[in-house]
T-cell receptor, first 115, second 110 residues
Framework: SAVISQKPSRDICQRGTSLTIQCQVDSQVTMMFWYRQQPGQSLTLIATANQGSEATYESGFVIDKFPISRPNLTFSTLTVSNMSPEDSSIYLC????????????FGPGTRLTVT | EDKVVQSPLSLVVHEGDTVTLNCSYEVTNFRSLLWYKQEKKAPTFLFMLTSSGIEKKSGRLSSILDKKELFSILNITATQTGDSAVYLCAVTNTGNQFYFGTGTSLTVIP
């Protein structure tokens, strides 16, 4: 299994500002994923971040709003730009399992509240 | 459209009860079905199922997959208050995409 940490664990931000969330993994992984979980809803994939290439965004998510960096095989950042209250959510990064295929391991999450 | 549907949406039981959570799916090029337990923020992995009829078991939790009828169940016996959580079902396809259900919120009352 992989050990994943995220920073910050929570934040309260004003609308119109931006927040960058960091995700650190204790081993090298090819694919990292960013999810959003809005209150009372399931996980929604924002994008897949591969090292050395542009992130792949899911329908409804765009790079201008959620820019992602993936500078190496153990680290990624997700920025939530020009925030509005609708962006209030838990943001999770995850990685694919190495020993057990198709498992995903999740970071502890970042709880974002936009006022 | 690929989708995963879980039922019930929520469940309240007393300690010691047995619960069955359901997950049905319509996902093209199915690869595996996974169950997660989500407390507070991050989901934790419980089971991965790829073959029909083979029960996976871990303590009081067990799960089985029916690939013909496209569903899975998660059983929890002798429930404890620590089992209170949201249980998520996810299905992967051969393209490594994950489709999550909305989850079942389980509350176990002492």
């Amino acid at each position: 299994s992989a050990v994943i940490s995220q920073k910050p664990s929570r934040d309260i931000c004003q609308r119109g500002t931006s927040l960058t969330i960091q995700c650190q993994v204790d081993s090298q992984v090819t694919m990292m994923f960013w999810y959003r979980q809005q209150p009372g809803q399931s996980l929604t994939l924002i994008a897949t971040a591969n090292q050395g290439s542009e992130a792949t965004y899911e329908s409804g998510f765009v790079i201008d709003k959620f820019p992602i960096s993936r500078p190496n095989l153990t680290f990624s950042t997700l920025t939530v730009s020009n925030m509005s209250p609708e962006d209030s959510s838990i943001y999770l990064c995850s990685v694919m399992g190495g020993g057990q295929p198709y498992e995903q391991y999740f970071g502890p999450g970042t709880r974002l509240t936009v006022t | 459209e690929d989708k995963v549907v879980q039922s019930p949406l929520s469940l309240v039981v007393h300690e010691g009860d047995t619960v069955t959570l359901n997950c049905s799916y319509e996902v093209t090029n199915f690869r595996s079905l996974l169950w997660y337990k989500q407390e507070k923020k991050a989901p934790t992995f419980l089971f991965m199922l790829t073959s029909s009829g083979i029960e996976k078991k871990s303590g009081r939790l067990s799960s089985i997959l029916d690939k013909k009828e496209l569903f899975s169940i998660l059983n929890i016996t002798a429930t404890q208050t620590g089992d209170s959580a949201v249980y998520l079902c996810a299905v992967t396809n051969t393209g490594n995409q994950f489709y999550f259900g909305t989850g079942t919120s389980l509350t176990v009352i002492p």
